[in-house]
Nanobody, 117 residues
Framework: QVQLVESGGGLVQPGGSLRLSCAAS????????MGWYRQAPGKQRELVAT???????NYANSVKGRFTISRDNAKNTVYLQMNSLKPEDTAVYFC???????????WGQGTQVTVSS
């Protein structure tokens, strides 16, 4: 069983930055594909970024050049550095972990990010 606990969300002005963290329990963290998804009010949940056990990274086009995903296997933690935030980035952000594949299997409880002046 894997538990994921997100932190770092909050209210930020447009153009600002936030750093989300996700602490994972369980074993073999370094082998797992970790990811961030988000869901805005009235919209479907969407991929933000993923990072594989080998370090391969994938971003949604909407966040490329602004967001950076990274992981610290020694701390069992994955991060999402979000820069140049826009109001349309407002959403609940969820941390995910794969189980035997890169498909999200475990989900965190989510952390709210609000971008507003």
């Amino acid at each position: 069983q894997v538990q994921l606990v997100e932190s770092g969300g909050g209210l930020v002005q447009p153009g600002g930055s936030l750093r989300l963290s996700c602490a994972a329990s369980g074993s073999e963290f370094s082998r797992r594909t970790m990811g961030w998804y988000r869901q805005a009010p009235g919209k479907q949940r969407e991929l933000v970024a993923t990072i594989g056990g080998g370090g391969n990274i994938n971003y949604a086009n909407s966040v490329k050049g602004r967001f950076t995903i990274s992981r610290d296997n020694a701390k069992n933690t994955v991060y999402l550095q979000m820069n140049s935030l826009k109001p349309e980035d407002t959403a609940v952000y969820f941390c995910t972990s794969g189980r035997y594949t890169n498909v999200p299997y475990y989900w965190g409880q989510g952390t709210q990010v609000t971008v507003s002046s």
